[in-house]
């Protein structure tokens, strides 16, 4: 999946910063996702956006935005109201969200607190 | 909601056995279960999918059950080997506006040489 690309790879928060993690895709997918995975657990729906200007929150958004301002990108911003952001973020988008698309995921980015 | 159940969480086969990881989901709705194979600091990789409208799907060493009647879908891997060994994730869908994915918890396999 080498269309889907975050950045940083990892990636450390001071106490009370917000930190932008990126995502971009250039396989033309209409949705977008982001997923947070904590060890030996399963991936849980933070954000997701099905088109241009549009994005609902998932499970667990608080402390947690987002925008999709453009079609390839998708940014998440851990604000300093998530008080537990240590997390391994994946990113993910399918080709629409009009028939159930297989998701392809990013690298992720591991995020940690100085 | 939707909620997935994954078993087991750990799985240790010897190579050349044969290895199933089993899901059950809560909403009758779902119609698409995917399955992820994630390795070390990786990124999950679709293995497999499968939607509600057929019962197996195969693909070489690699099939999917899926039993709607008891809301439970299964992954089989035969022929195990080394390089199989990995975290692996079911996940469902409804297929209804958001095809948000919920996922298992996971299943770590390890294929001993």
């Known amino acids: 999946d080498g269309g889907i690309t975050q950045s940083p790879k990892y990636l450390f928060r001071k106490e009370g910063q917000n930190v932008t993690l990126s995502c971009e895709q250039n396989l033309n997918h209409d949705a977008m996702y982001w997923y947070r995975q904590d060890p030996g657990q399963g991936l849980r729906l933070i954000y997701y956006?099905?088109?241009?200007?549009?994005?609902q929150k998932g499970d667990i958004a608080e402390g947690y935005s987002v925008s999709r301002e453009k079609k390839e990108s998708f940014p998440l911003t851990v604000t300093s109201a998530q008080k537990n952001p240590t997390a391994f973020y994946l990113c993910a988008s399918s080709i629409d969200s009009g028939s159930n698309q297989p998701q392809h995921f990013g690298d992720g980015t591991r995020l940690s607190i100085l | 909601g939707e909620n997935v159940e994954q078993h087991p969480s750990t799985l240790s086969v010897q190579e050349g056995d044969s290895a199933v990881i089993k899901c059950t989901y809560s909403?009758?709705?779902?119609?698409?279960f995917p399955w992820y194979k994630q390795e070390l600091g990786k990124r999950p990789q679709l293995i497999i999918d499968i939607r509600s409208n057929v019962g197996e799907k195969k693909d070489q060493r690699i099939a999917v059950t899926l039993n709607k009647t008891a809301k439970h879908f299964s992954l089989h891997i035969t022929e195990t080997q080394p390089e199989d060994s990995a975290v692996y994730f079911c996940a469902a869908s409804k297929g209804d506006s958001s095809y948000k994915l919920i996922f298992g918890s996971g299943t770590r396999l390890l294929v001993r040489p």
């Open positions: 909403d009758s709705a779902s119609n698409y």
């Open positions: 956006s099905q088109i241009v200007n549009d994005f």
